[in-house]
């Protein structure tokens, strides 16, 4: 089972910061916070991943709790392209990535 | 970009019969991955594969797939007899280790 909680589905304006949030409130020291997501039947698509430090790539932004038991994915200016369901995945190593039922985004236009 | 590329993107077979789906990984990649989503529900993890052997595998992957790297580029996914239920998307995916996996865009498989 996912050791995360999201929640099912949100809503966002078109340019404005769509903030997603995740509870992994088990993690283990050594295990990554992962984000996925998928464009209807897509293959999944890889966004950001961190430890305990925030990170940020051209996708997207990670901000990590310093007790590490919940994340927040940020996507700075959300355009209807961004309309897919988001993954909160904890890993540790190359393990298998175990997908839960993620948060369903809409942009708004 | 580097991408996972899988073929044939949609593939129709009757039951009973065996089918191959392929994929051939990032090059420099070690790690490799099928996963499958029925229509509507979560993408499963079936199998991982790493120095041409299975690493871990799910419930699902029972005697019925196998994996195979045939070569230096080719990652395959064998079902050997296709029920019903075997109608799904397959997604492939490789990481060059502890680092992010990345997917192919997956093969419709349905079962008629």
């Known amino acids: 089972d996912a050791k995360t909680t999201q929640p099912p589905s949100m809503d966002c304006a078109e340019g404005r910061a769509a903030n997603l949030p995740c509870n992994h409130s088990t993690i283990s020291g050594n295990e990554y916070v992962y984000w996925y997501r998928q464009i209807h039947s897509q293959g999944p698509q890889y966004i950001i991943h961190?430890?305990?430090n925030n990170e940020t790539n051209e996708m997207a932004s990670l901000i990590i709790t310093e007790d590490r038991k919940s994340s927040t994915l940020i996507l700075p200016h959300a355009t209807l392209r961004d309309t897919a369901v988001y993954y909160c995945i904890v890993r540790f190593g190359n393990e298998k990535l175990t997908f839960g039922t993620g948060t369903r985004l809409t942009i708004i236009p | 970009e580097p991408e996972v590329t899988q073929t044939p993107s949609h593939q129709v077979t009757q039951m009973g019969q065996e089918v191959i789906l392929r994929c051939v990984p990032i090059s420099n990649h070690l790690y490799f991955y099928w996963y499958r989503q029925i229509l509507g529900q979560k993408v499963e993890f079936l199998v991982s594969f790493y120095n041409n052997e299975i690493s871990e595998k799910s419930e699902i992957f029972d005697d019925q797939f196998s994996v195979e790297r045939p070569d230096g580029s080719n990652f395959t996914l064998k079902i050997r007899s296709t029920k019903l239920e075997d109608s799904a998307m397959y997604f492939c995916a490789s990481s060059v280790g502890a680092r992010a996996a990345f997917f192919g865009q997956g093969t419709r498989l349905t079962v008629v």
């Open positions: 961190g430890l305990k």
